[in-house]
């Protein structure tokens, strides 16, 4: 009788052992089955890259970018399309992880739950993915910023539904003809991995004049009637701090569109080290974004131990202030929306995902600053393009009213500095946010916004056009 009890013991806990077991697998294979089968290291689970079936991937306008024929992927015949959307849409090896192809390889090839990927082609549904976008505005960036052989990041978006219509990244390589990289000849390819637009940060130099300004406009009451007397150097702290010109007496508005070293200087230093760290952290400086499955890389604000004169340099970018090219546009987009900043994304709608297609993941929002602030920033945005870089390069954006700060970001003695613009179009019909870098280059003015200027009129001509 004893031997009979232990025994059914035994079978009773190997029974509920296995159902554990059972139960635990199950989970597993439900929770994680679909990133298995994104790990690059599966890629022989259909063979080339795994993307031997993989459905095709349009742009906004139903261009092909990419697509499957007799088991090879193709991508665009245009190489300035192939080389523009390289980070976005990825290539066979699956080495560019924040890329399409990577992050929903296992969507494209037609993987789901049941069937794993032998569901059988009739019951399959559209394992297509449509992108927002634009292969001609991605082309016409890329044209520009390729032209100067530098590491860069260029990105336009729509600031009211969040579709990112232009996003494009140097140094890259042609996805039709993968190189082989190895230890022979891996600096030749530095970066070439990287999206810049999602995965990197850089000194910002005066387009974080921005941020300043919106401390200045909330927190220095009698900001409009202010001047600062500029002579080329101040000593700030012990030590000087420069400016790129001697502006003389200058107010705040021309101090923004001259883009007066000194004026911030000293505003960041009379606002102080809390004013200068709230204003950042609300503006989102230090935090990353959700771009549909990639996170940005975080940006980085921070002069709780600054002396008086780093302070100084923190107000015009300099120090070691950080940001990322896409939280750049998404501030800019914030003022166009009046505080609202309305979250980016490459996928169009529904395409490809059934909780899209159900509306049940919408852009989210967030508001990072006050309407009065916006309109603020707004109004001294749209001065600095009309008031100064319009006469400078005759036809600059033209057919669109925009906004923006340009920046020229010292990195070090011995490098050329970063140069940057940012900034939005007001036009209703062609709402889009931008942000441009290139590193190591030269002036803002000069390299960054021949790259900006190409992308918006692209953007808006595509937009203009029912695109
Ligand atoms: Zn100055």
Request: glycine letters at 10%; one cysteine or more; aromatic letters at 10%.
């Amino acid at each position: 009788m004893k031997r009979i009890l232990r025994r059914n013991t035994l079978i009773l806990i190997f029974a509920i052992a296995f159902i554990c077991g059972v139960g635990y697998f199950s989970f597993e294979l439900i929770v994680n089955a679909e990133s298995w089968v994104d790990q690059p290291y599966n890629a022989h689970v259909s063979g080339s890259g795994g993307l031997e079936q993989a459905g095709v991937i349009f742009d906004r306008n139903g261009y092909i970018l990419a697509e499957t024929s007799d088991g090879v992927r193709v991508y665009n015949e245009n190489p300035s399309v192939r080389l523009g959307l390289l980070h976005t849409v990825g290539d066979n090896s699956l080495n560019i992880s924040t890329a399409v192809q990577s992050k929903y390889r296992s969507q494209l090839s037609g993987y789901n739950l049941i069937w794993g990927l032998n569901m059988p082609q009739s019951m399959r549904m559209s394992h297509d993915i449509t992108l927002t976008v634009d292969a001609a505005t991605c082309a016409a960036a890329y044209d520009v910023l390729a032209s100067y052989g530098k590491k860069g990041a260029c990105v336009v978006y729509n600031y009211q539904t969040g579709e990112v219509l232009c996003s494009v990244s140097t140094p890259g390589y042609d996805p039709a003809d993968p190189p082989h990289i190895d230890e022979t000849n891996e600096s030749e390819y530095d970066g070439v991995y990287l999206d810049n637009v999602l995965s990197s940060t850089y000194t910002p130099g005066s387009v974080f004049k921005i941020v300043t300004s919106a401390a200045a406009i909330e927190n220095i009451y009698d900001l409009d009637s202010r001047t600062w007397n500029c002579t080329g150097e101040k000593e700030i702290g012990g030590n000087t701090v420069t400016c790129t010109e001697t502006h003389g007496e200058i107010d705040y508005k021309t101090a923004m569109s001259r883009s007066c070293n000194i004026a911030f200087a000293e505003m960041a230093v009379e606002m102080g080290r809390d004013v200068m760290n709230q204003t950042a952290k609300k503006l989102g400086i230090n935090d990353t974004y959700e771009v549909d499955d990639v996170k940005t890389a975080k940006g980085h604000f921070d002069v709780s131990k600054a002396d008086e004169n780093q302070l100084g340099w923190s107000g015009i970018g300099q120090y070691d202030d950080y940001v990322n090219p896409m939280q750049m546009a998404i501030l800019c987009g914030a003022i166009a929306n009046g505080g609202t900043a309305v979250n980016p994304t490459y996928i169009k709608d529904g395409s490809g995902d059934l909780l899209r297609l159900i509306g049940f993941k919408k852009p989210k929002e967030h508001n990072l600053m006050n309407s009065t602030t916006a309109s603020q920033l707004d109004e001294v945005m749209r001065y600095t393009v009309s008031d100064y870089y319009s006469s400078q390069r005759p036809g600059l954006f033209e057919g669109l009213s925009v906004c923006a700060k340009t920046g020229t970001a010292e990195v070090g003695e011995d490098k050329k500095p970063n140069a940057w613009m940012v900034g939005y179009s007001q036009d209703q019909d062609a709402p889009l946010a931008f942000a441009c870098v290139v590193e190591n280059a030269g002036f803002g003015f000069e390299y960054a916004c021949p790259v900006a200027d190409a992308a918006m009129k692209a953007a808006a001509n595509c937009l203009r056009n029912g695109g």
